[in-house]
Structure formats: structure tokens, C-alpha cells
């Protein structure tokens, strides 16, 4: 099968993401296991401090990164070449479009690999990029890229530098395989908004949930979020239950909604779902209404995607989102990549500095009705940026 032609493709609907998963990446099957949570003992003070924390991130973030000043209107001319981890997935999507703006903005061409998330695709993207010259090339959101090593390869021996953004916890080293084809990192706080999902179930159940964690353990973060999440009710909710279940990226679209199914019926007293990724939560609104437990099971989940604070304004099953700025993911990335294109020093553990903001009907309208990617954030990133890069020219 030959490879896509790299091409700027839009997906702005949700509609388009059932069929549009399907053979995004090598699959397993549906697998679950489960957990008693043995931690503290005073759930009143795991509820309080699961409260606590909420409280703390529902307010707009700072900017607080110090990189090296250096001037980015001196990538002009460059060719960026992005990979993304799939194309169907719209917060990914959305993500890699306020890069494209911001890359053009400042003068560089901007080359978005449309895929559906398989290595096969990932590695033709890199001989692409190779063939087309691309200064440097970035892999997005999630790409494996212990999967794709041999093209890794190939692009070191290019010349061309490779970034991988937003797929490594913060403070967590590249593998080691990696660590010599790779010039630089772009890291996320994974398990801080592991913890607050966890947190959000604590305070909501009052300490005595019973929950369905689901995760897609293919992709590279999705380990440390379900272990963040665990850790988090073992220490401040021993009264809670938990559960993991296994669904690829894949068959998300046929099988989150039949996995939520069984699991209702299997046990009346779940009342909370926790998809580790928020794209996943449409799946589970369905299973949760097919089930006829509206109003009865929620879920809460990470990312911010619109489509998702979208139910979350109308619905009564998704009941909180940990948002992150998808704009602000973009300005980390394009600083990473500036830094590696124009010899400036890297941000060499990959931490931007990236935060979170916890979405619940209280504030979810500030995203705007319909919701919007990256507004509700504030714009501190917008004017701590460019006092770092200096103006486009």
C-alpha cells in the first residue's frame, strides 16, 4: 500500500471520528483487570484534599517558563515537517493547526503527514521528509517512536533532526533507543492530570467510588496515566474500587461503547468512567445512555478537545475534562523546534511548562458556546512567548 501524500487535512467534527479511527494502530485485545484501593484511612481527608486540588486547578494558568531568549523569525525559509500520532483524532488535529499558524506566521513552511496512526505510515512520513528536504521533523502527540526506529535512523543519517512532542511524562528521559536519533523533547504533565481525574472521582463519589478506569496501553503515556491514577485513590481513597479495562485506539469507536455496556451491567454500582484520553469519552456517553444509566454513571477525562467540553456544557454523563490549552501545546512545540533550527541552546528535559485547567459546568462556557480549542485559558502564554522569541518580522 503506498503512503499518503503529506497534505494539510481538516477534521472538525466529531462525527467523523468513529469511522475515521478504525486501523489507527496495532491492536490488542480488550483486556481488564481490577484493584481494591488500600490507602488512607481517613477518606473524609482524601475527599478534602481530592477537593483541594480540583479547586486549585479550575483557574487560569500562569505562564511560568524561562527559556533562553533567541530570535524565531530566523526559522523563515525552514521546512517543518510534522508527523502527528493519528490524524482522527481531533484534539491532535487541533493541536498541529495553531502550529501550522504559528510556524507560518513566523516565516517557516509547514508540512502536516496525514495518517491513521500506524508505523508503517509514520516510517514512509519520515522517508517523505527525507525526500523533501525538511529541516526538521516532529513527531506529535503520541507517535511511538520505538516503532519506528529504522526510519529514525535513516533521518539521522539525513541530517535532519528529529523532535518528539507531547508523548514522554515531564521529567521522564527519552528511551534509551531513542535518545541518540532524537535532538530534543517536548514533555507533558501526564500524571498530574492522571492525578486530577482520579481526584475528580474521589470528590464527586465522596470517597466511595466504584470505577472503570479504560486505557489504550499502546500509545506511550497511557502506563504512567493509569498507574498515576491508581496511586492517587490507593493514598486518598481506600472506600473506592477500581477497575482497568484495554481498549486499542483502534476499536475505540466499536468497542468503548459495548465495553461501558458490560460493565454496567456486570456491576450496578459503577458509577464512574474514567478514559484516560477525552476523545475516547464520546464511546463511552453512548455505552453509558445504551445502557440506560444517564444521570447515574459520568465520566471525566484529559485533553480539552471541543467536541468533548461540548457534552460536558449539554450532557449529564460527562460531568468534568482536564483541559490543556492546545495553542499553548503549539507555542512549546514551535519554541523546542526553534531552538533546535536556529543552533539556539535546548530546553534539554523538554519541559515547557505546559499546564492544566480543570473544566466542570461551572466554568466549561468559558471555551466558549460552542466550545473553541484553546480559548478559557487565558493568554499569558501568548505575551511570555513572544517576549522570549521577539516579534515576527
Not at 69 to 74: A, I, V
Not at 259 to 273: E, R
Amino acid at each position: 500500500m503506498s503512503s499518503p501524500a503529506p497534505t494539510r487535512t481538516r477534521f472538525a467534527r466529531p462525527a467523523i471520528l468513529a469511522a475515521a479511527l478504525s486501523g489507527v494502530l496495532v491492536l490488542s485485545a480488550c483486556s481488564a483487570t481490577s484493584t481494591a484501593s488500600t490507602g488512607s484511612k481517613d477518606d473524609a481527608a482524601g475527599v478534602t484534599h481530592a477537593t483541594r486540588q480540583i479547586t486549585a486547578a479550575s483557574v487560569d494558568p500562569e505562564f511560568t517558563f524561562e527559556g533562553k531568549p533567541f530570535d524565531l523569525s530566523k526559522i523563515a525559509g525552514k521546512t517543518i515537517f510534522n508527523i502527528p500520532n493519528s490524524s482522527a483524532v481531533p484534539f491532535i488535529v487541533s493541536v498541529d493547526e495553531a502550529g501550522e499558524a504559528l510556524a507560518e506566521r513566523y516565516g517557516a513552511k509547514w508540512i502536516e503527514y496525514t495518517n491513521q496512526g500506524t508505523p508503517t505510515e509514520q516510517s514512509a512520513g519520515i522517508d517523505q521528509a527525507i525526500s523533501r528536504k525538511a529541516d526538521i521533523i516532529v513527531l506529535a502527540q503520541g507517535v511511538n517512536g520505538e516503532l519506528i526506529v529504522p526510519a529514525l535512523k535513516r533521518a539521522k543519517a539525513a541530517g535532519i533532526p528529529v523532535l518528539v512532542s507531547h508523548t514522554y511524562q515531564t521529567g521522564q528521559a527519552l528511551p534509551s533507543q531513542l535518545q541518540p536519533l532524537v535532538a530534543a523533547q517536548v514533555t507533558a504533565p501526564f500524571h498530574e492530570a492522571a492525578k486530577l481525574n482520579a481526584d475528580w472521582a474521589i470528590k464527586e463519589t465522596k470517597g466511595t467510588g466504584d470505577v472503570l478506569i479504560i486505557t489504550s496501553s499502546e500509545v506511550p503515556p497511557s502506563n504512567g496515566i493509569v498507574e498515576a491514577m491508581q496511586e492517587e485513590f490507593d493514598q486518598y481513597c481506600s472506600g473506592c474500587t477500581v477497575k482497568v479495562t484495554n481498549v486499542p485506539v483502534a476499536d475505540w469507536a466499536t468497542k468503548i461503547s459495548s465495553t461501558v455496556q458490560s460493565a454496567i451491567q456486570s456491576d450496578p454500582n459503577l458509577d464512574y468512567v474514567l478514559p484516560i484520553y477525552d476523545s475516547m469519552a464520546l464511546f463511552v456517553e453512548a455505552g453509558v445512555t445504551a445502557a440506560g444509566k444517564t444521570g447515574q454513571v459520568h465520566t471525566s477525562s484529559y485533553n480539552g478537545t471541543p467536541a468533548v467540553m461540548k457534552i460536558l456544557q449539554q450532557g449529564n454523563v460527562m460531568t468534568m475534562d482536564i483541559g490543556e490549552n492546545m495553542e499553548w501545546l503549539a507555542y512549546a512545540t514551535i519554541d523546542q523546534a526553534g531552538r533546535v533550527l536556529t543552533d539556539t541552546p535546548i530546553i534539554e528535559d523538554g519541559d515547557e511548562q505546559t499546564p492544566l485547567k480543570v473544566f466542570t459546568k461551572d466554568n466549561v462556557d468559558e471555551t466558549g458556546t460552542p466550545p473553541e480549542p484553546s480559548k478559557g485559558y487565558g493568554d499569558a502564554y501568548k505575551t511570555g512567548y513572544e517576549k522570549i522569541w521577539g516579534p515576527a518580522k
